[in-house]
């Protein structure tokens, strides 16, 4: 009740937290940030064709072991088959 009677008192001069947060954020200039520790300098990446054919001895390749996606279905049976029946 306290706080609805702070809201209609507030003076017209007055600004929002968001305004001033929106101002100080405004105001920076991009000069000012500095780059990210993570960041990489600018270079130029080649770009790939996604529309040139795969070559057919790497695209038949086998894949090697624990690269591709997990087989979820089995990781599944594994657990189940490990805790046994369900308890009813």
């Known amino acids: 009740s306290d706080t609805a009677t ?3 008192e507030q003076p017209g001069g ?3 937290m968001l305004g001033g947060l929106a101002r100080a954020f405004k105001g920076k200039k991009e000069k000012d940030v500095a780059p990210l520790a993570g960041s990489a300098p600018d270079v130029e990446i080649p770009s790939a064709d996604l529309d040139e ?3 057919p001895k790497v ?5 090697e072991p624990g690269s591709g ?3 979820l279905n089995a990781i599944m049976k594994r657990v189940r088959d490990e805790r046994g029946p369900p308890v009813r």
């Open 6 to 8: 702070e809201k209609s």
């Open 53 to 55: 054919p795969l070559d």
């Open 14 to 16: 007055r600004k929002s």
């Open 69 to 71: 996606p997990p087989d």
């Open 59 to 63: 695209a038949n390749r086998p894949l």
